[in-house]
């Protein structure tokens, strides 16, 4: 089965710095994702991306956050000068289109901000 | 109007029983319901959804009921079994929209061998 793939696994970094997330979402999908997880809570919805511009953000997706698809293959999440609140699983995933609208994770970036 | 309730928060049941976890929701948008689980370290996994024009959807072990006059729906996981033991979250999502999802707390579920 096609895969949504995240890298890196694992991100440490000190607050203040920026940190960059890539995804490669499926091939064919149209519709793509950020989500975050905080351990132990629920999964959260940041900001959809669609025809290469968001087409939504939560209220957690502040300026200091941004999105990308520079070519046609990676997705990426931009945290511009980290908190320590943002210590959180982070999830891409990806939608095929208005037929069929499965939503893929990835196995996530686990970030920690010191 | 966006929440998806979800309970309970946690579960224990013996191996071969039949774990119920519920999921209630507002917005009358909602018309795709899928269920996700979750194993520690890993991405959520779609497991089994469902559109508001059935009330039952039966895949292997596990299946969804959905109420739609009380725009309530629940998993049910039939024979369970230890490999079960994971979190499940309920989601809820809108064809209109931007297929943004909209989870559930979480149910944690222990399957005791």
Redo the contacts between chains.
């Keep these: 089965e096609p895969e949504v793939t995240q890298t890196p696994s694992h991100q440490v970094t000190q607050m203040g710095q920026e940190v960059i997330l890539r995804c490669v979402p499926i091939s064919n999908h149209l519709y793509f994702y950020w989500y975050r997880q905080i351990l132990g809570q629920k999964v959260e919805f940041l900001v959809s991306f669609y025809n290469n511009e968001i087409s939504e953000k939560s209220e957690i997706f502040d300026d200091q956050f941004s999105v990308e698809r520079p070519d046609g293959s990676n997705f990426t999440l931009k945290i511009r000068s980290t908190k320590l609140e943002d210590s959180a699983m982070y999830f891409c995933a990806s939608v095929q289109d208005k037929l069929n609208e499965k939503l893929f994770f990835g196995s996530g970036t686990q970030l920690s901000v010191l | 109007q966006q929440q998806v309730k979800q309970s309970p928060q946690s579960l224990i049941v013996q191996k071969g029983g039949i774990p119920i976890i519920n999921c209630a929701y507002e917005n009358t948008a909602f018309d795709?319901f899928?269920w996700?689980q979750q194993f520690p370290?890993?991405?959520?996994?779609?497991l089994i959804?469902i559109r508001p024009d059935v009330s039952e959807k039966k895949e292997g072990r596990f299946t969804i009921s959905f109420n739609k006059s009380a725009k309530q729906f629940s998993l049910h996981i039939m024979d369970s079994q230890p490999g079960d033991s994971a979190t499940y979250?309920c989601?809820a999502?809108a064809?209109s929209?931007?297929?943004?999802?909209?989870?559930?707390?979480?149910t944690r579920l222990k399957v005791l061998a």
């Design positions: 795709y899928p996700y370290g890993k991405g959520p996994a779609l959804a979250f989601a999502t064809a929209g931007t297929y943004k999802y909209i989870f559930g707390t979480g």
